[in-house]
């Protein structure tokens, strides 16, 4: 395997065979019912984590999305491979909670697939799969999970006009602005919060503005923007590289959605290249 197997999952090449038949049995919009509305509209570039044989990365390219299935076990790859040949989807051997095939190819998504896939790993594990993950993001806000335990769904806004979930690994906290959080190794650091609409301009100057509060210092000369939709909502994302208060090299993504005519929802994130590697 590159990337090599996860000990929780190495049973599951000999049962390869009748897990295929489970997996296949289940439609997409049965296991997907509750987070259907929450995917972006094709054309989109999703990441499917744990695709098994690739049932969901089926569907989703089959409606035009340009799919990149992610499988650690070859016997799954291989039915998944013969099952679904009909469609374009783009195979990987790599694995979490490091995924370092994807790391080192450099792409981005719109979305993120994790489907019964985080209780392979254990907090440690998942707090560094979820750094690697928002590092992948094009536009940091699609990564549905289906996961609950472990996560808590926050609404932004009076009257709300977004929802967020984050995971209870990185102790999200309510502030007045709107919801923080950050891991357990303080690697890193996400700010959502909701703006009334003046301009996007206006929101990402006030996202900058809250990066230089916390002592994150940006390199103008290395802006990369990008423009998508998420579930039918326009949004900008611009990434940068820079340092944070203690002078270390970060990743920086401020991600701006129109969430109606008279709002917005801004979210910040910052990363520490050795919280994105471990």
């Not at 489970?22 to 570039?45: C, W």
């Not at 926050?154 to 007045?176: C, F, H, N, Q």
Request: proline letters at 4%; glycine letters at 6%.
């Amino acid at each position: 395997m590159t990337a090599g197997l996860h000990a929780s999952i190495a049973g599951y090449a000999e049962e390869a065979d009748r897990l295929t038949v489970q997996y296949e049995s289940i439609a997409f919009e049965e296991v997907h019912a509750l987070v259907l509305d929450l995917m972006p509209a094709a054309p989109a570039d999703v990441l499917d984590i744990g695709a098994g044989t690739g049932r969901d990365a089926a569907v989703l390219a089959a409606r035009g999305f340009a799919v990149t299935a992610v499988e650690p076990t070859a016997e799954l790859r291989a039915h998944g491979e013969r099952l679904h040949a009909d469609v374009a989807i783009a195979w990987l051997d790599d694995s979490l909670p490091d995924l370092p095939v994807l790391a080192a190819a450099g792409e981005r998504f719109d979305l993120v697939l994790l489907t019964a896939v985080l209780m392979h790993l254990d907090a440690g594990e998942r707090t560094r799969a979820m750094a690697r993950i928002a590092a992948l993001l094009a536009l940091c806000v699609a990564v549905l999970w289906q996961f609950p335990a472990f996560a808590a769904t926050y609404e932004l806004g009076a009257p709300p006009v977004a929802r967020i979930t984050l995971p209870d690994a990185w102790s999200p906290k309510v502030t007045g602005r709107g919801v923080e959080a950050t891991t357990d190794d303080d690697e890193i650091y996400v700010a959502v919060r909701p703006a009334a609409l003046a301009s996007t301009e206006e929101a990402v100057k006030q996202a900058l503005a809250y990066l230089l509060e916390q002592g994150v210092k940006i390199d103008v000369a290395t802006q990369r923007e990008r423009t998508g939709q998420i579930n039918g909502m326009e949004a900008l994302s611009l990434a940068y590289s820079g340092k944070d208060e203690d002078d270390e090299d970060v990743e920086i993504s401020v991600s701006v959605v129109i969430a109606s005519p008279s709002s917005v929802v801004v979210l910040t994130y910052w990363g520490s290249k050795e919280g994105e590697r471990t």
